[in-house]
């Protein structure tokens, strides 16, 4: 079973002022993530306003500008198994039959941004990127993504089930950008337990969870794609 989305309200946007300074599985989402990761379907009815446990991973409040102009800019530290050339982390994940998840080693405990540009450079129409909040580990996190169709998804992962932040509508009505992107540039401003989720400076969602979205951030990648990732940043505010 598919789960699709439909737009929220616009609100006012949170102006982020930088601090300090330092850079460095589960079923694909194909037409966006529904039960669990490993294929099973929750049949419990569980909300989808539930949260998650808190998480045991305690992110540093730091500022990270990653531009990736150097094989030693690692800001999901230097395990991964992908290159860095090209001005790009090169996430190459058409072999792979599982999303990818990296959590960096920066994050939020307080309100601020956290922001990634990918380059699609073989994307299916409806495979997902996107940045990972809030995260305890790899089956525990929020996802605010995005397919090249033009559609968006918030969604949480709580243990490895899968469930819908937001409303649920007809997956054509969930198109708010133009089809076939090249590119995204994604950006969660949170402030508290709202966060303001922008594709290429265009407001699409104005996401409230009942507990403050601060944690581990990081970027997620489907299966069956390859985009270059060429930019990471976390700003937290003052």
Known sequence: MKKYLVPAAVMPLLILVPMVSSCGRQARTSGFFAGGITGTSPTTGQSSSEEMPATPLVPGDTLVNCLFETSLDRPF???????????????DNRPGSQPVVLLSTAGLIRDGMIEARFNLVDAPMHSVVGLVLRAADEQNFVLLGVNSRGQYTVQECRNGMWFT?????????????????????????????????????????????????????GVFADAGIRVELDRFTVIPSL
């Open 165 to 217: 932040v937001m409303g649920l509508g007809s997956f054509e009505r969930s198109r708010l950008l133009p089809f076939s992107m090249p590119s995204v540039e994604l950006s969660a401003q949170v402030h508290g337990s709202y966060i303001d989720f922008f594709v290429n400076g265009q407001l699409i969602q104005v996401v409230r969870l009942r507990m403050p979205a601060m944690g581990v951030a």
């Open 77 to 91: 530290g230097p395990s991964i198994p992908f290159e860095v050339y090209g001005g790009a982390l090169q996430l």
